[in-house]
Nanobody
């Protein structure tokens, strides 16, 4: 069983930065790693995604402000968030899909609150 532990969330003023980390409890080979977020009263949405080859994909709302990266040797994924806005406030979840099964795992979520 793979457990994902997220850290790095918190309260920050608009325009500030945070760096989220997500570490797997065991080392696994991953197909994809990603970050999602869910704001109050809204559906969970994809924020950023990185595949095994390093190709990335971002939600339009975060392009140019957020950067996703990964360390395969540590089964760790990061999300650097700059120029934060109030609308970025949400619970952020990491997600991985392991190889070869494609089974997906989720973290418990970390709260990011941006004050305006």
């Amino acid at each position: 069983q793979v457990q994902l532990v997220e850290s790095g969330g918190g309260l920050v003023q608009a325009g500030g930065s945070l760096r989220l980390s997500c570490v797997a409890s065991v080392r696994v080979i991953t197909r994809t790693m990603g970050w999602y977020r869910q704001a109050d009263g809204k559906q969970r949405e994809l924020v950023a995604h990185i595949d095994a080859g390093g190709s990335t994909n971002y939600a339009d709302s975060v392009k140019g402000r957020f950067t996703i990266s990964r360390e395969n040797a540590k089964t760790t994924v990061y999300l650097q968030m700059n120029s934060l806005k109030a609308e970025d406030t949400a619970v952020y979840y990491c997600n991985i899909e392991i190889w070869p099964s494609g089974k997906a795992y989720w973290g418990q979520g970390t709260q990011v609150t941006v004050s305006s």
